[in-house]
């Protein structure tokens, strides 16, 4: 198929029946004025980078107590949880992922999606579906 051509010169612009704003003079927030001025805020001196002189055994207890306080409130949270764990699993059959609650003590499966049926369902849609195609084939 041969598409007509169009010479440019012919096509006219639109013209718009709402007039277009004026241009506005763009003004920096007054935070910014601040930073402008080093002199103007507290801590000029100090670079964003730049760290106090601190002894090392002192930085090493922060960190300790921090991975202590972080550690306690992954303990909590798992406690909130009521000892379940995710574990997502792949099945070949139904080419699915497979979401299981497991409970941590028991290794029991709590709760699973999509269900043992479901995926059982989907792996005789998916073996249906490909004898039709190598039939039509």
């Known amino acids: 198929m041969i598409a007509p051509q169009i010479s440019f010169a012919s096509v006219t612009p639109m013209v718009s029946a709402v007039p277009l704003p004026a241009p506005q003079k763009e003004v920096a927030p007054a935070a910014n004025a601040a ?7 507290l801590g000029a001196n100090v670079q964003p980078n730049e760290k106090p002189d601190v002894p090392a055994e002192e930085v090493k207890a922060e960190r300790a107590k921090a991975e202590e306080a972080k550690q306690a409130r992954v303990e909590r949270q798992l406690a909130d949880l009521g000892g379940t764990r995710l574990s997502i699993l792949h099945d070949d059959d139904a080419d699915r992922f497979v979401y299981r ?37």
Do not use: C, G, H, M
């Open 35 to 41: 930073r402008s001025n080093p002199d103007s805020y």
């Open 101 to 137: 609650s497991v409970n941590a003590e028991s290794k029991e499966v709590e709760r699973q999606y999509p269900t043992d049926d479901d995926l059982e369902r989907i792996t005789q849609f998916r073996e249906q579906a490909a004898r039709a195609f190598d039939e039509d084939v």
